[in-house]
């Protein structure tokens, strides 16, 4: 079967190379959801109100971020992302509003927090709601004040600084359940953007593997590597629960593995955890009838998924006849 050159394939700004890529053209895709972003990061981008991005993990919420930073007049001062999720309750007081020397044992010297740090640019605060009560409190007096004061000092600092701020979570629930300020959350959705799931922009599926096979040749050193429509066709019909991330991710490694610099079907399968789960023993005369019952649930749960729980689509899908398919999910225990 024909492999798809990478360097031959039609896509956005051809004339950019990836790792050229600012502001909006870093933001790959066609999408009627992916172009609607594009144009309200462009309208949002030369304001000074908050953003706060949603949507699943692997979406590219802080690639957003950094779109919005250097589509605005700050794109010459510092963006800096800072991942609450990692950062303890001991250490992230200090790490965002920065401490004098004494604060505490260890605090050997004066420390910039990254808000001071980030003056006259931007702060992308991923993972918000991990946020404690305690550092809410302080982010929150900073919304309102736009100072800070460092751990230990009584002297305050004003900083110029954008809050750009990302969740996967349901900010509302968590609000419903006292884990998050609901006057906070107000603060910083002044703006509020969605990121969609890579599931629901299908069609963008091969311009992020040509953009991620181009981007990630010259890091692998690999030149003239292509993919085989069919290859192409088993990623863009993938649930990709990862999302962007993890489709790159799988290219990358892809793209290690293969002997050849046609990428094939073959090799995603080798690759992908839900083809690993049919293993030799499993699909041993032994085991062939279970093997092949397993895998029709699984392959007939897929269908249903991609047909979004319309049952004469998904029999349609699988070239049988409604009552059939009726049977197999009795039969399999498929709600």
Not at 98 to 120: P, R, S
Not at 124 to 146: A, V, Y
Not at 158 to 180: M, P, Y
Request: charged share 25%.
């Amino acid at each position: 079967m024909q492999g798809i050159n990478v360097t031959s394939t039609i896509m956005e700004n051809t004339t950019t190379m990836p790792q050229e890529r600012a502001g909006i053209d870093r933001i790959i895709g066609n999408n009627k959801a992916i172009v609607s972003l594009k144009n309200k990061i462009k309208q949002i981008a030369g304001s000074k109100a908050t953003v706060m991005i949603l949507g699943e993990s692997g979406t590219g919420k802080e690639l957003i971020a950094r779109a919005i930073h250097e589509e605005s007049q700050r794109k010459n001062n510092q963006f800096i992302p800072v991942d609450c999720s990692t950062l303890t309750e001991t250490i992230i007081e200090s790490e965002l509003f920065g401490h004098i020397k004494g604060a505490f044992t260890g605090a050997d010297k004066n420390k910039k927090g990254l808000f001071e740090e980030a003056h006259g640019g931007t702060i992308f605060l991923d993972e918000i709601g991990n946020l404690k009560p305690q550092i809410q409190s302080k982010l929150l007096r900073f919304l309102q004040e736009r100072e800070i004061k460092p751990v230990g000092s009584s002297k305050i600092v004003k900083v110029d600084v954008r809050i750009i701020s990302a969740t996967n979570i349901h900010v509302e629930e968590e609000i419903a359940q006292g884990n998050f300020r609901q006057d906070l959350y107000y603060r910083l959705s002044a703006i509020e953007l969605h990121v969609p799931p890579l599931r629901d922009r299908r069609d963008d599926i091969p311009l992020l593997v040509h953009h991620f096979m181009t981007m990630l040749a010259s890091d692998l050193n690999i030149s003239n590597m292509s993919i085989r429509e069919d290859a192409l066709e088993l990623l863009v019909n993938r649930e990709w629960k990862g999302n962007v991330r993890e489709l790159q991710n799988v290219i990358q490694h892809a793209m290690i593995v293969s002997e050849s610099k046609i990428l094939s079907k073959d090799i995603f399968m080798q690759i992908l955890p839900e083809y690993k789960e049919c293993s030799s023993q499993e699909l041993s005369p032994l085991n062939l009838a279970r093997a092949v019952e397993e895998f029709e649930k699984k392959h007939i749960l897929y269908v249903l998924s991609l047909a979004q729980d319309n049952k004469s689509k998904a029999a349609k899908m699988l070239g049988i006849s409604r009552s059939v398919l009726y049977e197999k999910m009795k039969k399999y225990s498929i709600q």
